[in-house]
């Protein structure tokens, strides 16, 4: 079962994201440490597409490395 787009926009605000201005329907997040914007589509409660999962997924996990690096 697909996750909503609820539930990425709060995993990429608890790891650090912040929302920028989107167009529509989309909405830009970025993180302090990372050079990249994700890029959200949709309504909170519509099911989230799989390369919209991939996408936070990766995200969150090179916020990760980054702090992780710099930890030591």
Request: charged share 40%; no cysteine.
């Given at each position: 079962?697909?996750?909503?787009?609820?539930?990425?926009?709060?995993?990429?605000?608890?790891?650090?994201?912040?929302?920028?201005?989107?167009?529509?329907?989309?909405?830009?997040?970025?993180?302090?440490?990372?050079?990249?914007?994700?890029?959200?589509?949709?309504?909170?409660?519509?099911?989230a597409?799989?390369?919209?999962?991939?996408?936070v997924?990766?995200?969150?996990?090179?916020?990760?490395q980054?702090?992780?690096?710099?930890?030591?």
């Amino acid at each position: 079962m697909p996750r909503k787009i609820r539930d990425l926009v709060r995993d990429l605000e608890d790891a650090g994201f912040k929302e920028r201005r989107g167009k529509g329907s989309h909405r830009n997040f970025r993180h302090p440490l990372l050079a990249k914007v994700v890029t959200i589509a949709g309504r909170d409660g519509e099911d989230a597409k799989r390369y919209l999962e991939q996408a936070v997924r990766l995200a969150i996990n090179e916020v990760n490395q980054w702090r992780r690096a710099t930890d030591t």
